[in-house]
T-cell receptor, first 115, second 113 residues
Framework: AQKVTQAQTEISVVEKEDVTLDCVYE???????LFWYKQPPSGELVFLIR??????QNEISGRYSWNFQKSTSSFNFTITASQVVDSAVYFC????????????FGQGTRLTINP | DVKVTQSSRYLVKRTGEKVFLECVQD?????MFWYRQDPGLGLRLIYF???????EKGDIPEGYSVSREKKERFSLILESASTNQTSMYLC????????????FGNGTRLTVT
């Protein structure tokens, strides 16, 4: 069974600090996709990134970066120079080939950026 | 931009009532989903539909049913609401073809008293 663990329930940092959100997953499939979603206070989850199991290149998008390591089954998310607008709940999710349309979500990490 | 609209932001219902949660998407997506969000549990899939009148159970379908009579609309039905169904309900849609990102509505917070 697929499983996603976000061990950090809540993180609180001061603005401009860097922060890393951890995500560890379990799967027996060799083909799978990993996702990150952001849920701001408005409630609507917003897609941030998708990464397939064959592409271990790290990705950077502005202040956001993602580190995918199959050896440790992790897909961590780093925000550099955090801003108050980054405050949200962040979810990591896994989609296996056999359950392609059915994402398994982690518990979520509530990130608070204090001014 | 894809728009997924959930008919109610907040609902309060009594135990035993039949409850309908409605969701409409405007981007002609084949797939639609209902998730439930609870603190410490993340999002859990209740039901999934990949076409009109087609549905599949998710991880926690007990106590729920769904209806998809038109492509753009996906309804979640609580046949007899119970207090343990108090939760945030999130609707989502996506294109077909596996691994497509989900587009979410902003949720319905249901309280069953």
């Amino acid at each position: 069974a697929q499983k996603v663990t976000q061990a950090q329930t809540e993180i609180s940092v001061v603005e401009k600090e860097d922060v890393t959100l951890d995500c560890v997953y379990e799967t027996r499939d060799t083909t799978y996709y990993l996702f990150w979603y952001k849920q701001p206070p408005s409630g609507e989850l917003v897609f941030l990134i998708r990464r397939n199991s064959f592409d271990e290149q790290n990705e950077i998008s502005g202040r956001y970066s993602w580190n995918f390591q199959k050896s440790t089954s992790s897909f961590n998310f780093t925000i550099t120079a955090s801003q108050v607008v980054d405050s949200a709940v962040y979810f990591c999710a896994l989609s296996e080939e056999a359950r392609a349309q059915k994402l398994a979500f982690g518990q979520g990490t509530r990130l608070t950026i204090n001014p | 931009d894809v728009k997924v609209t959930q008919s109610s932001r907040y609902l309060v219902k009594r135990t035993g009532e039949k409850v309908f949660l409605e969701c409409v998407q405007d981007m002609d997506h084949e797939n639609m989903f209902w998730y439930r969000q609870d603190p410490g549990l993340g999002l859990r899939l209740i039901y999934f539909s990949y076409d009109v009148k087609m549905k599949e159970k998710g991880d926690i379908p007990e106590g729920y049913s769904v209806s998809r009579e038109k492509k753009e609309r996906f309804s979640l039905i609580l046949e007899s609401a119970s207090t343990n169904q108090t939760s945030m309900y999130l609707c989502a849609s996506s294109l077909t073809g596996g691994y497509s990102p989900l587009h979410f509505g902003n949720g319905t917070r249901l309280t069953v008293t």
